[in-house]
Nanobody, 115 residues
Framework: QVHLVESGGGMVQPGGSLRLACTASGINFRLYTMNWHRQATGKQRELVAAIHSNGSTNYSDSVKGRFTISRDNVRNTVSLQMNSLKPEDTAAYFC?????????WGRGTQVTVSS
């Protein structure tokens, strides 16, 4: 069974930083693309960043240059370093993976950027 567990959310002032982590189990982690999505209240869930099995990355335009996604294939963890946070980054952040023909999601972690 595939499980994804996010951690690291919280409240931070504009301009601050947070680091999210997502630990996966039940999959051969190193083989899969891992993604971070976010969903703000009243808005659709959007893809924020992805890291592929070869280590290449993709970012949405809204976070490019501020967020960095990385992976640790020993600890089965994908991380999202978020710098220069803005109020519009406030959302629930979820990691996901498509494996064995299915899409798996974690329960999410809340990030609130407010002064």
């Amino acid at each position: 069974q595939v499980h994804l567990v996010e951690s690291g959310g919280g409240m931070v002032q504009p301009g601050g930083s947070l680091r999210l982590a997502c630990t996966a189990s039940g999959i051969n982690f190193r083989l899969y693309t891992m993604n971070w999505h976010r969903q703000a209240t009243g808005k659709q869930r959007e893809l924020v960043a992805a890291i592929h099995s070869n280590g290449s990355t993709n970012y949405s335009d809204s976070v490019k240059g501020r967020f960095t996604i990385s992976r640790d294939n020993v600890r089965n963890t994908v991380s999202l370093q978020m710098n220069s946070l803005k109020p519009e980054d406030t959302a629930a952040y979820f990691c996901n993976v498509r494996a064995r023909g299915n899409l798996f999601w974690g329960r999410g972690t809340q990030v609130t950027v407010s002064s």
